[in-house]
């Protein structure tokens, strides 16, 4: 699974952004589909997650109420939308896939993910 996250940019404290990611190369629905973030000098961080079938979702702490995550099965893509962006929240932020049996299923741990983007560049201004 190739996977391609486009959308990031610039955007001043409080304001919005969305990135997405689009795959290539396998059966999109398999997956349980990841967002991570890594800024500079510190290690990946799960962000947020989505579970194959069902919607059913998960969240840092630290994005919970802010940030949305949501998947087009049919359109093979997983966005995150970000909303009341904070100074801390900039970082690379990168899409990761790995297969799972369950359609309900969700996985918040990144040594898990088996497929990842080459991430986005997300930087809130303060």
């Known amino acids: 699974v190739q996977l391609q996250a486009s959308g990031g940019g610039l955007v001043q404290t409080g304001g919005s952004l969305s990135v997405s990611c689009a795959a290539s190369?396998?059966?999109?629905?398999?997956?349980?589909m990841g967002w991570f973030r890594q800024a500079p000098g510190k290690e990946r961080e799960f962000v947020a997650a989505?579970?194959?079938?069902?919607?059913?979702?998960r969240y840092a702490e630290s994005v919970k109420g802010r940030f949305t995550i949501s998947r087009d099965n049919s359109k093979n893509t997983v966005n995150l939308q970000m909303n009341s962006l904070k100074p801390e929240d900039t970082a690379v932020y990168l899409c990761?896939?790995?297969?799972?049996?369950?359609?309900?299923?969700?996985?918040?741990?990144?040594?898990?993910?088996?497929?990842w983007g080459q991430g986005t560049q997300v930087t809130v201004s303060s």
């Open positions: 190369g396998g059966t999109f629905s398999n997956y349980v």
């Open positions: 989505i579970s194959r079938s069902y919607g059913i979702t």
């Open positions: 990761a896939a790995v297969f799972m049996s369950s359609l309900r299923s969700v996985q918040t741990e990144k040594e898990w993910y088996r497929y």
